[in-house]
């Protein structure tokens, strides 16, 4: 069975950091690109940050580049979100999603973890 | 970025009734366009990629269309489980973008 289950969020105060991990179990981690997806409270889905399946090739939505840092350690079926520099509006449910298909960028996300609630406010 | 724009915002249905939801690119992203159903305090579940395959589990009253800029998602018979938030999504181009969600309530 698949699972995802995120850690790491918290309170923190802007210009803060926090690192969210996302723990994979049931599949071959390591060939999966990786996601992590947020969600604002009351808001819809917005697209993070996706790892390749060796975690050399990243992409970043433009309103975190710059500030967070998405890596994995396949020896340890973990996906990371360093956040720094935190703003109010980063406040969100942050999901980790594994890709439907192995070793390719394209594809819906089939799995999902439960999510990890990062508060940014002072 | 491509912009994904879904229509209606909110959708009033009766359960046994057919559901159509809509979702518009702001360019051509092929067939590349998955579909999300969220419920309250759940994470969103896939429901159909490539713009027509059922994920796995989906049940066949779930069905998706189109290619290119135009998609729809339709639900026939609506059953009690089916009120929820549906998003659509593209992956053709970076960043990923999702679509501003779909209420369907009775």
């Known amino acids: 069975e698949v699972q995802l289950l995120e850690s790491g969020g918290g309170l923190v105060q802007p210009g803060g950091s926090l690192r969210l991990s996302c723990a994979a179990s049931?599949?071959?981690?390591?060939?999966?690109?990786m996601t992590w997806v947020r969600q604002a409270p009351g808001k819809g889905l917005e697209w993070v940050s996706t790892?390749?399946?060796?975690?050399?090739?990243?992409y970043y939505a433009d309103s975190v580049k710059g500030r967070f840092t998405i890596s994995r350690d396949n020896s340890k079926n973990t996906l990371y979100l360093q956040m720094n520099s935190l703003r109010a509006e980063d406040t969100a449910i942050y999901y980790c999603?594994?890709?439907?298909?192995?070793?390719?960028?394209?594809?819906?996300?089939?799995?999902w973890g439960q999510g990890t609630l990062g508060t940014v406010s002072s | 970025e491509i912009v994904m724009t879904q229509s209606p915002a909110t959708l009033s249905v009766s359960p046994g009734e057919r559901a159509t939801l809509s979702c518009r690119a702001s360019q051509s992203v092929s067939s590349n366009l998955a579909w999300y159903q969220q419920k309250p305090g759940q994470a969103p579940r896939l429901l159909i990629y490539?713009?027509?395959t059922r994920a796995t589990g989906i049940p066949a009253r779930f069905s998706g269309s189109g290619s290119g800029t135009e998609f729809t998602l339709t639900i026939s018979s609506l059953q009690s489980e089916d009120f929820a938030v549906y998003y659509c999504?593209?992956?053709?181009?970076?960043?990923?973008?999702f679509g501003q969600g779909t209420k369907l309530e009775i």
């Open positions: 049931g599949f071959t981690f390591s060939s999966y690109v």
């Open positions: 999504q593209q992956y053709s181009n970076w960043p990923r973008t």
């Open positions: 490539g713009a027509s």
């Open positions: 999603a594994k890709l439907g298909s192995d070793n390719s960028w394209y594809g819906g996300f089939d799995y």
């Open positions: 790892v390749s399946t060796g975690g050399i090739n990243t």
